[in-house]
T-cell receptor
């Protein structure tokens, strides 16, 4: 069982649709980060959330950190083919020796 | 953010051989890490590369299989020894650093990744 559970694992949608990716844990995290990884490249940081209840927006992407700092979500509005990629949540938790722990990833495909 | 360069970016290796991956950072960083990403999977931490001392390995990873060097604050190497097809993965170097001067968390900074070294063992 992973410390961070991501859902869904796979998502295939049409351009223009909205979607939400979830990252859940039974443990408290001091911070959570979201990365996007495109084929042939390393993960690229999208955002870091550190405060319970925090909401951050990055253009069409909205990130939320749960009040209890155990979960996070990524919402994409009007998805575009350029959003296609692997989305990874990762966080620091005392339960993981304060090392960065990754979720299993959500593979998103946006069809034109 | 730090610029991280990895070499080789891609290689096809014969079973039983060893390959050393290099990671060069454009600025001095305290923490450097090595991750493995198996095909279609998420990232798994192999070890923390410590400058001037032995690397700290995570459960399931041992020094004999993945020897790591960290001679200074800008460079590290990971060797994948006696490779088998199961070692076919992306190996990623990462560093911990500030993002635009902002300290991002109380227990850890932001992690930045290199573009990875794609190894295929045949």
């Amino acid at each position: 069982t992973q410390l961070l559970e991501q859902s869904p694992q796979f998502l295939s949608i049409q351009e223009g649709e909205n979607l939400t990716v979830y990252c859940n844990s039974s443990s408290v995290f001091s911070s959570l980060q979201w990365y996007r990884q495109e084929p042939g490249e390393g993960p690229v940081l999208l955002v870091t959330v550190v405060t319970g209840g925090e909401v951050k927006k990055l253009k069409r992407l909205t990130f939320q950190f749960g009040d209890a700092r155990k979960d996070s979500s990524l919402h994409i509005t009007a998805a575009q083919p350029g959003d296609t990629g692997l989305y990874l949540c990762a966080g620091y938790s005392p339960h993981a020796g304060n090392m960065l722990t990754f979720g299993g990833g959500t593979r998103l495909m946006v069809k034109p | 953010s730090a610029v991280i360069s990895q070499k080789p970016s891609r290689d096809i290796c014969q079973r039983g051989t060893s390959l050393t991956i290099q990671c060069q950072v454009d600025s001095q960083v305290t923490m450097m890490f090595w991750y493995r990403q198996q095909p279609g999977q998420s990232l798994t931490l192999i070890a923390t590369a410590n400058q001037g001392s032995e690397a700290t390995y995570e459960s399931g990873f041992v020094i004999d299989k993945f020897p790591i060097s960290r001679p200074n604050l800008t460079f590290s190497t990971l060797t994948v020894s006696n490779m088998s097809p199961e070692d076919s993965s992306i190996y990623l170097c990462s560093v911990e650093g500030f993002r635009d001067g902002e300290f991002t968390s109380s227990s850890g900074n932001t992690i930045y990744f290199g573009e990875g070294s794609w190894l295929t063992v045949v």
